[in-house]
């Protein structure tokens, strides 16, 4: 079946512009998590949803980045006033939400910002 | 706070090699553990998981056991391919629901 699929792929954006970073998670999976890939780092937490709600936004930097999941299936990441230091790859994952399973990871979105 | 710290690359290896990559865990409970796979352009992986002491994940060649003497995950592979290269994840799940990485290694196979 289809995996977990991100929009854009790329996305290139000017300082202190708004961006909006998409997620289509896995059919029938509740749960679903952006993480922050900083170059020759390790993914980094960054928020996770059940269902509908934000079930633990503790990895969000700041108030700058917000995320919403209206409906239980895509999200979207919210980035106000980007900053040079948001460049890094946005991953999505998403998991059938029974509890501490392994996440599947979608493609990601490589955020350039100048 | 939890945390996971695996070797550090870049690996380089002859094809046929044999293959270590060390991780080691810090955490309060027993998490579950896990490598994840970055090959060239695409996304992470899944390659191998355990969920309790003991366990030993296995997949395409490689294995991993889970160590709770010494805290320890270790990916291993007796005979490594060109194909293998790539970027290996170490990562943990404890408590909550968000995924404890290592900063990942660089694995390069040469012919």
């Known amino acids: 079946g289809a995996g977990v699929s991100q929009t854009p792929s790329n996305k290139v954006t000017e300082k202190g512009k708004y961006v909006e970073l998409r997620c289509d998670p896995i059919?029938?999976?509740?749960?679903l998590y952006w993480y922050r890939q900083s170059l020759g780092q390790g993914p980094e937490f960054l928020i996770y949803?059940?269902?509908?709600?934000?079930?633990?936004d503790s990895g969000l930097p700041n108030d700058r980045f917000f995320a919403v999941r209206p409906e239980g299936s895509v999200s979207t990441l919210k980035i106000q006033r980007t900053e040079r230091g948001d460049s890094a790859v946005y991953l999505c994952?998403?998991?059938?939400?029974?509890?501490?399973?392994?996440?599947?990871f979608g493609p990601g979105t490589r955020l350039l910002v100048l | 706070g939890d945390s996971v710290t695996q070797m550090e690359g870049p690996v380089t290896l002859s094809e046929e090699a044999f293959l270590t990559i060390n991780c080691t865990y810090t955490?309060?409970?027993?998490?579950?553990l896990f490598w994840y796979v970055q090959y060239p352009g695409e996304g992470l992986q899944l390659l191998l998981k355990a969920t309790k002491a003991d366990d030993k994940g296995s997949n395409k060649g490689f294995e991993a056991t889970y160590r709770k003497e010494t805290t320890s995950f270790h990916l291993e592979k007796g005979s490594v391919q060109v194909s293998d290269s790539a970027v290996y994840f170490c990562?943990?799940?404890?408590?909550?629901?968000?995924?404890?990485f290592g900063k990942g290694t660089s694995l390069l196979v040469t012919p």
């Open positions: 059919s029938g999976h509740t749960a």
């Open positions: 994952a998403s998991s059938p939400g029974t509890g501490k399973e392994t996440q599947y």
């Open positions: 990562a943990a799940l404890n408590s909550g629901y968000a995924l404890n």
């Open positions: 949803f059940q269902g509908t709600g934000a079930a633990d």
């Open positions: 955490a309060t409970g027993y998490p579950s």
